[in-house]
């Protein structure tokens, strides 16, 4: 019966985590999904999370489904953290949808997309987070890709991406990432999202932004620039979010699709075409995250704990950044390693190759997804000399 049912060759990243889970070594160090550990290498369970959750089960609850949608004051939470005083939240112009995480989110909008814009051909970074490519390709999109990560300045090939827009049919969709690129760990800078965003404005093209790792850059609010600066130059734009890893909640799905719309009435028909795709796919979106993450974005002693909380971890990201560049300029004092702090987020695209990749697996028991990603969030004071050393043996 299933005999032409073609294998499933398995994800380059959640693959990665059963191998690790499978290795016995006690040394081992899993640097390849992308999961914000604490100092003692734990999934935290943030202060905030933690109150939310003791308040809601002090009181059993009927478990009723939510609409369609999701639920109304954790959709307006997800509008006020990603649109924080634009025109277009006031005006009633953004369509907002609870989603199963950003992935569920990226979903959504693809199927819209590919339902009423069936001509657009969808780009991303090269190179971007694997699953990008295969939720569009997935919802019926054909996928390509536009310039990004430059080699050899660790840098971003500005002139190059915007020659390619540029040249791009009206209403192409471009799947952009407002903050913490994921896998380089290269952002634009304000600069040159202004020149990006007027390029996008004037050739009519849709950006797609999918902002997974708000407060880990800079800080929440300065995360979201591009996404502001989008919505306030009137442009039409399409934003997935997740509150995976800045509420640590990965295993509740909380997350967002958000489409700014021209007018309001566009937004209640957009909102409909939305509802509908969620009741063919799974009816209505799960309750528990929605709740937590609602009392802790609406409730302000929670929301000052949680931004405390974000910050603290957006500093932790960052003195392993810097303890890392510390030790292996250190250790191999000819080589630059610059780009460990000078990128921004959980990721660092290390330039390490495949084979490099797979000897610091076999020989040290060190994870890294096979394109050289590291998720710096995984490392503490107690494995970052072991993986520094690791790291310099490979390179040697
Ligand atoms: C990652 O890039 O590691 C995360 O976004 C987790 C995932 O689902 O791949």
Known sequence: MFGHVEPYAG????GLVEKFLNDPR?????????????????????????????ARAAEPQPRSYLPMEGLAEYRRAVQELLFAGCAALDEGRIATVQTLGGSGALKLG????????????VYVSDPTWDNHKSIFEGAGCTVGTYPYYDAETVGVRFDAMLDFFNGLPERSVLLLHPCC?????????????DTL?????????????????QGFGDGLQEDAYAIHKAAEMGLTVFVSNSFSKNLSLYGERVGGLSVVCPTAAEAELVLSRLKFGVRRIYSSPPAHGAFITAAVMNTPELRQSWENEVAAMRGRIRAMRQKLYDTLSRKLPGRNFDYFIKQRGMFSYTGLNPVQVQRLQDEFAVYLVGSG????AGL????IDYVADAVAAVLQ
Not at 373 to 376: F, N, S
Not at 380 to 383: K, L
């Open 11 to 14: 994800d380059p990243i959640l």
């Open 26 to 54: 006690a040394e081992k160090v899993n640097l390849g999904i992308g999961i914000y550990f604490d100092e003692n290498g734990r999934l935290p369970v943030p202060a905030s999370v933690a109150a939310a959750e003791k």
């Open 110 to 121: 693809a199927d819209f997309l590919h339902q009423w814009f069936p001509d657009a051909e």
């Open 181 to 193: 690129h994921n896998p380089t760990g290269v952002d634009l800078s304000r600069d040159q999202w």
């Open 197 to 213: 965003l007027a390029v996008v404005k004037q050739r009519g093209l849709i950006p797609f932004m999918d902002i997974a790792y």
């Open 373 to 376: 990603r590291m998720c710096v």
């Open 380 to 383: 503490n004071e107690s494995n």
